[in-house]
Nanobody, 124 residues
């Protein structure tokens, strides 16, 4: 059974940092592109970042580029999202997802497995 579990969310002041973790079980971690998504209250889910199967390709949405860093620890079957210089508009539920298909995308409909999400709240 495939399971993705996010952790590391919380309440932080504007300008602060958080590191989210996405731990996986039940799949061969390195065979999947891992994406991070977020959903703010009343808004659609949006793609934040992905790291490709071989870690060769990394992508960030413009709204987080330069502030967020994604990385993978294959030994621990964990992907991290380091979030610095957080802003109130970064508030939302953050999800990690795994995608086995070819190509690189943050189209959430193409991701196969999802975690339950972790809440990030940035106060102004």
């Amino acid at each position: 059974q495939v399971r993705l579990v996010e952790s590391g969310g919380g309440l932080v002041e504007s300008g602060g940092s958080l590191r989210l973790s996405c731990a996986a079980s039940g799949l061969t971690w390195d065979y999947y592109t891992i994406g991070w998504f977020r959903q703010a209250p009343g808004k659609e889910r949006e793609g934040v970042s992905y790291i490709s199967k071989n870690n060769r390709y990394i992508y960030y949405a413009g709204s987080v580029k330069g502030r967020f860093t994604v990385s993978r620890d294959s030994v621990k079957n964990t992907v991290y999202l380091q979030m610095n210089s957080l802003k109130p508009e970064d508030t939302g539920v953050y999800y990690c997802a795994a995608r086995a298909g070819t190509g690189l995308t943050l189209n959430d409909r193409t991701y196969d497995y999802w975690g339950q999400g972790t809440q990030v709240t940035v106060s102004s």
